[in-house]
């Protein structure tokens, strides 16, 4: 059975840190692409951050600099990183995996960035 278990979300103030992990169990972690997404309420899901088998990592603009994603393939585990956060990052943030057409997803977390 295929798992993904996110943890580190919380409350935040403005400019704070967080970080979100992703342990993965059931399946052969370091082949697949590792994903962040967010979503808002009443917004698509949208892609924040992914790194491949490879360790190739992409970002969108609107966290570039500000969080960093990795991984662990030995462990099965990927981060994200969120530093100088905003009030609008607020959101639940999914980790997914992909590998060609297969992909799983967590459960999510919540991040809550407010004074």
């Known amino acids: 059975q295929v798992q993904l278990v996110e943890s580190g979300g919380g409350l935040v103030q403005p400019g704070g840190s967080l970080r979100l992990s992703c342990a993965a169990s059931?399946?052969?972690?370091?082949?697949?692409?590792m994903n962040w997404y967010r979503q808002t309420p009443g917004k698509q899901r949208e892609l924040v951050a992914a790194?491949?088998?490879?360790?190739?990592?992409n970002y969108a603009d609107s966290i570039k600099g500000r969080f960093t994603i990795s991984r662990d393939n030995a462990k099965g585990t990927g981060n994200l990183q969120l530093n100088s956060l905003k009030p609008e990052d607020t959101a639940v943030y999914y980790c997914?995996?992909?590998?060609?057409?297969?992909?799983?997803w967590g459960q999510g977390t919540q991040v809550t960035v407010s004074s």
């Open positions: 997914n995996v992909r590998l060609n057409t297969r992909q799983y």
């Open positions: 059931g399946i052969a972690f370091s082949l697949y692409t």
């Open positions: 790194i491949t088998p490879g360790r190739s990592t």
